[in-house]
């Protein structure tokens, strides 16, 4: 049990918080950028292969996160130099990479499929390792945040915000269901009649989905109430959790399908946006948030309540992103919808007509999109849509949705021009006529591999939530064994330094199989 008076003392130490600025979070995160300009730099200019072992995969990969939310958390732009003076260095040296595999290329080379095989019903979706390193670096990120903010090295203003504001471990629960929406775009790219589908059975799946992750939610607030853990009860509320959150949203998902087969998803997803913010404004939401008194299982649980809708935008704004960064082609969901509605939808003709995977298309959508997220944010900041206060994690209102539509496809378009600038893509179809009809052998050899995730982030984004979970149950046993409010900053590091190696570790340990929850 922990002390009624430490408890209290810990609540306190994470509570009221401003937060810091748009700009510092965006420096802080590109020390995950750095970090990969870095490794790729040593991978193509070197033959280093100890990059697959543990222990320079968390140096060139965890340190830098970890060091970026403590000891560098006042000068990241000097840690990202730090970091990528090095790499810009490597730069001068010739390429050592050739036709040859990656040194961590662990992908088995598929058969030659036979010449009468039919055309799969939908193209084949190929391997992101700009998104693999997205996603991993998130989890890894929040993994490190929700320890390192139980400790003094961890500044105050990248604790989350308590009404209004931006701030580090902000942007954490935003980007986990922005992400969700990323992935819930995968059975409608492969699955082109999966919208049309019965609405029951695909309820049932969604639902049945959920279950666990709700599960998990429920046991959480049953262990946080019996061993009196701190806890921040403004955050979503007395019973409900972020994980709670995190289930129903692909349930909510379900139900627009009709919808989103005669609408753009970003269309609905701005609209739900819209509605929140109305909601919180117009209706007297906000309020009800900030006074209400918790007299009732509502409003014992209004955070997490209200906010719902607000996450429902995230993860249709997510799904967006998911429908223009999956598919080989950023049109190919559009088309889907158009013959849907024409009721004209051919398999085969579209597995033909996006055969040849288009990363320069789909980078510039990609960055349209980013530079609309960030001017509509401006433009909502400018108007005071959000009544003058900013982005608000508690209550989801619009200048947050869009902070994290804006964060996240700016980031995953940085992952991917670093993949398309250091491994240009082998599958432009140009390339591969002007490849061929170039004659000599020795041409083939120059060819420069496409990009691989590399393997520790690989390991962490296929069992990401399991990840996720270790990482919440190492951060309690932590908490109930030391009180880390009181420790020094040398201690905090190192216990921060084998956490965030165990964890890594473990996520190694389980590379080779995909956990499901």
């Known amino acids: 049990m922990v002390n009624s008076s430490y408890k209290d003392e810990k609540e306190a130490f994470v509570s009221g918080m401003t937060g810091s600025t748009v700009m510092h979070v965006n420096m802080l995160s590109s020390v995950a950028l750095a970090s990969i300009f870095l490794l790729y730099c040593v991978q193509t200019r070197t033959r280093l292969s100890l990059l697959t072992s543990i222990p320079l995969s968390w140096i060139f990969l965890v340190l830098p996160l970890l060091l970026s939310m403590t000891l560098f958390t006042n000068w990241p732009g000097t840690l990202c130099l730090l970091i990528s003076a090095p790499g810009g260095l490597l730069l001068l040296f010739r390429r050592e990479a050739s036709g040859t595999p990656l040194p961590f290329n662990f992908t088995e080379p598929t058969a030659p499929r036979p010449p009468s095989q039919t055309l799969p019903t939908a193209p084949k979706m190929e391997p992101l390792p700009s998104l693999t390193t997205y996603r991993a670096h998130m989890l890894l990120m929040t993994s490190l945040a929700i320890l390192a903010v139980d ?127 109305i909601l919180l404004s117009t209706f007297g939401l906000s309020d009800y948030v900030l006074n209400a008194p918790r007299i009732s299982l509502v409003s014992a649980n209004k955070e997490g309540i209200v906010s719902l809708p607000g996450y429902f935008a995230i993860h249709l704004l997510g799904l967006t992103t998911g429908l223009l960064l999956l598919p080989p082609s950023p049109s190919y969901f559009r088309r889907i919808q158009r013959s849907l509605r024409a009721h004209t939808l051919n398999d085969r003709e579209l597995a033909e007509r996006y055969s040849v995977r288009q990363n320069d298309k789909t980078a510039t959508e990609l960055s349209g999109y980013s530079v609309m997220w960030w001017a509509l944010m401006g433009l909502c900041s400018l108007l005071k849509l959000d009544g003058g206060h900013g982005p608000s994690r508690r209550m989801v ?30 599958f432009n179809k140009n390339k591969k006529k002007s490849e061929s009809s170039s004659g000599p052998a020795s041409a083939s050899r120059a060819v420069v591999p496409a990009a691989i995730p590399h393997p520790l982030l690989d390991a962490v984004n296929k069992n990401g939530l399991v990840v996720f979970l270790l990482a919440n149950v190492a951060t309690g046993l932590i908490n109930l064994t030391i009180p880390t409010m009181y420790t020094s900053d040398f201690w905090a590091m190192v216990i921060l330094c084998v956490y965030s190696y165990a964890i890594c570790a473990v996520a190694w340990g389980l590379r080779g199989v995909r956990l499901r929850l």
């Open 151 to 277: 400790f003094p090295v961890f500044p105050r203003n990248l604790v989350k915000c308590e009404t209004y504001g931006v701030s580090l471990m902000d942007i954490g629960v935003g980007s986990f269901v922005f992400s969700g929406g990323i992935a819930s775009a995968i059975p409608l790219i492969k699955t082109p009649h999966y919208l049309a589908m019965p609405m029951v059975p695909k309820m049932f799946r969604a639902m049945r989905k959920a279950l666990p992750i709700i599960i998990l939610g429920l046991v959480r607030v049953l262990l946080v109430k019996g061993t009196e853990y701190p806890e921040h009860v403004s955050e979503y509320g007395v019973h409900w959790n972020f994980f709670i959150t995190l289930a129903l949203v692909p349930v909510m998902e379900v139900i627009f399908h009709p919808v989103i087969i005669r609408m753009s998803v970003t269309t609905l997803g701005i609209i739900a946006a819209i509605l929140q913010q």
């Open 397 to 426: 209102n619009i200048s947050y949705i869009l902070w994290i539509c804006a964060y996240n496809v700016s980031f995953i378009l940085a992952y991917l021009l670093l993949d398309m600038v250091f491994f240009p893509s082998s």
